[in-house]
Structure formats: C-alpha cells, structure tokens
C-alpha cells in the first residue's frame, strides 16, 4: 500500500480569470519568483518566465505553433497557439508542460500548476476570531480576559 505526503504547496491568487482573456498572457511573482501565466482557450497554464539559455523573458516572447513533417516539403501545424518563443534568442517551450523544442530531452522550464478557484471556494474555513465577552456595569463597558 503506498500513500501519498500531504501537499506542502500553497495557493496563490494572482488574477481574476476574466483580466487574461485567451490568447493572452500575464506576467506574475510568488515569492521573488516570475512566472508567465497563460490563458490558452480557457484553460489557464503557468510556467517558469526565464528562458534557461540567457534568461530572457517568455512572457515578453512571440506565441506560435510547432510545424511538424512526414516528407519533404510538407508540413503541418501542431499545438497552435501552445508555443512560446523566447524574445532574445527564439528558443520554443510548449506552454502546457514547459517542454523544450530546442533540446527536449534536456531543457525545459518549469511549470506550475494553474486554474480558475470559484471566489467561495477560496474563502473556506472553518475561520473563528478569538472573541470576548463584554458587558456593561454602572455605565462602564468592561471586557473580561
């Protein structure tokens, strides 16, 4: 039987869903660290901004598409829209899981989970202030500890 440890990551809110309309991007820091967060159709994806070559920033790059061949001289598009290319020196990572096209089998940025938490769903407690019973004697308010 094996068992899973608790979760020690924490949520962060860091935008209404409807300020990054699909297509676009919005750039985001938890804990001194940058992060491209996309909206891709709906589905929201996060990855790490700087581009491992020479740092540059991903959410500042060009969004794209992979072109993929069978033969020569023909092509097609794949993960339309899913690629992001670094501004300074064009290296490709596919956003929904930070792979890299330009070396994948050793670079890659990281990603994060990301996704749309209902307002009422963030807010859940059980939440209980510390209280304290007052009354009033000979017109002074008095509170006990």
């Not at 596919?94 to 209902?118: E, F, K, L, N």
Request: net charge negative; glycine share 10%.
């Amino acid at each position: 039987m094996t068992t899973s440890a608790p979760s020690t990551r924490t949520r962060h809110v860091v935008a209404r869903a409807g300020e990054i309309k699909p297509g676009d991007r919005k750039l985001v820091e938890i804990a001194g660290r940058p992060i491209a967060l996309f909206n891709l159709n709906g589905e929201f994806f996060a990855i790490g901004d700087k581009c491992p070559h020479e740092a540059g920033s991903l959410c500042k790059g060009k969004l794209g598409s992979f072109a993929d061949s069978d033969e020569p001289g023909k092509y097609h598009l794949t993960h339309q829209g899913e690629v992001i290319k670094c501004p300074w020196h064009g290296w490709e990572f596919d956003i929904r899981t930070g792979q890299s096209y330009c070396d994948p089998q050793q670079v890659r940025v990281r990603s994060y989970d990301a996704g749309v938490a209902h307002g009422s769903d963030l807010l859940t407690g059980p939440f209980k202030a510390e209280t304290y019973k007052v009354t009033v004697e000979e017109d002074y308010v008095v509170i006990n500890l």
